[in-house]
């Protein structure tokens, strides 16, 4: 029986790997609308106050903005 991740929606085929995802997956993690990157929010920001896309190559900013958590992206079923 496949496990499915609550906060990305990625299955696996068994506990130990859903839970290894775990450690790396958090609903804190933002998605950059400009170029689907999807990382940690503490790597879009140094200060707290001002957020620019993780991806070096991407004018993404804004929290809220550019940038979105993860759970308003995702489809809900």
Do not use: I
């Not at 106050?49 to 804004?62: E, I, L, P, V």
């Amino acid at each position: 029986m496949a496990r499915t991740c609550r906060n990305c929606k990625r299955t696996f085929g068994s506990d130990l790997e859903l839970e290894l995802h775990r450690d790396v997956c958090s609903d804190a993690q933002l998605v950059c609308e400009v170029c689907g990157e999807r990382f940690a929010e503490r790597y879009a920001t140094t200060d707290g106050w001002r957020y620019t896309c993780a991806n070096d190559d991407c004018d993404g900013t804004g929290l809220k903005g550019d940038l979105r958590p993860v759970s308003d992206v995702l489809l809900t079923q």
